[in-house]
């Protein structure tokens, strides 16, 4: 069972960046890595994912803006999030799916 723990979250304004952390314990850092987000009283919704350095795929609602990379030394992977909206605002949830794990999620607030 792989655990997974975010970090970097917190309140900015629009326009500013923030950068999510999520190190993986207890398994075999996969290949296939992912971030979700979620906003109170929507479906959870796919943020972006990475298999190797070069390979990332990415909601067209953030596509531009933010950026996944991993770091298979630390077994970490991240969410650069640049330009941020309002509409950026939810819960981040870092996930494994070929394990189904999921992070305990971290919220992310853009307002003024």
């Known amino acids: 069972q792989v655990q997974l723990e975010e970090s970097g979250g917190g309140l900015v304004q629009p326009g500013e960046s923030l950068r999510l952390s999520c190190t993986a314990t207890?398994?075999?850092?996969?290949?296939?890595m992912a971030w979700y987000r979620q906003v109170p009283g929507k479906q959870r919704e796919w943020v972006a994912d990475?298999?190797?350095?070069?390979?990332?795929n990415y909601a067209d609602s953030v596509k531009g803006r933010f950026t996944i990379s991993r770091d298979n030394v630390k077994n970490t992977v991240y969410l650069q999030m640049n330009s941020l909206k309002v509409e950026d605002t939810a819960v981040y949830y870092c996930?494994?799916?070929?394990?189904?794990?999921w992070g305990q999620g971290i919220q992310v607030t853009v307002s003024s």
């Open positions: 996930v494994c799916p070929v394990r189904g794990s």
């Open positions: 207890g398994s075999t850092f996969e290949y296939l």
């Open positions: 990475i298999r190797d350095y070069s390979d990332t």
